[in-house]
């Protein structure tokens, strides 16, 4: 039963998630708070990881939800289905609009109600990455109500930022991912 309401989570947050992987977010936390699986902090520790492995990141989180929750079942083998499941689930109402959509092509390239309705999907995606922004800023910036703003955060990302803005044009991506990882243990930012 696990596996059918990890699809149907998932399906929903493909279906409705217009805008990309970071549009994926506010349907995360809504799945954290509707069903536990995982906590806001391991969403924001998902991100993390997301962003900095290969891939789309709504199908990165989509793939470790599913083993993590998958693998609360019944260990290893549960977890590898259950990250198979949620991800397809992710994955189906793309397959399925592209397939309508490819049908459709001649007709759909030349109506201007389709022209309409993406330009009038960009507001509404553009609210939900920054409503992503915000709910990742506040995990990570003030993980607890109350609790004392944490200086480091805030200084490693300015860091960060001028380095990418002036060195950064020089330097592999990797090299940042790395520096990052580094500074993250020595002023102990990890969870």
């Known amino acids: ?13 493909g279906l409705f998630a217009v805008g990309g992987g970071m549009a994926t977010l506010p349907f995360l936390y ?26 789309p990141i709504g199908v990165n989180m989509a793939t470790y939800v599913g083993f993590l929750t998958g693998g609360h079942v019944g260990g290893m083998a549960t977890g590898i289905l259950g990250a198979a499941v949620a991800t397809l689930g992710l994955i189906t109402p793309s397959i399925i609009v592209i397939l309508i ?3 459709f092509l001649e007709r759909f390239r030349s109506s201007r ?8 999907l960009r507001p509404a995606s553009t609210a939900m990455i920054l409503a992503a922004l915000v709910m990742v800023v506040k995990a990570t910036f003030l993980p607890a109500v109350g609790a004392a703003f944490d200086w480091r955060l805030p200084a490693l990302a300015v860091v960060l930022l001028v380095l990418t803005n002036t060195a950064g044009k020089k ?20 969870g």
């Open 1 to 13: 039963m696990i596996y059918l309401r990890l699809f149907w989570e998932f399906f929903k947050a």
């Open 30 to 55: 809504d799945i954290s708070d509707r069903t536990g699986w995982f906590t806001h902090a391991q969403l924001a520790d998902m991100v993390a990881v997301s962003e900095s492995t290969p891939g």
């Open 113 to 120: 109600y389709v022209s309409g309705a993406f330009y009038g």
């Open 171 to 190: 330097l592999h991506p990797i090299v940042f991912i790395l520096a990052s990882a580094v500074a993250g243990a020595v002023l102990g930012l990890a």
């Open 101 to 103: 959509v490819s049908a």
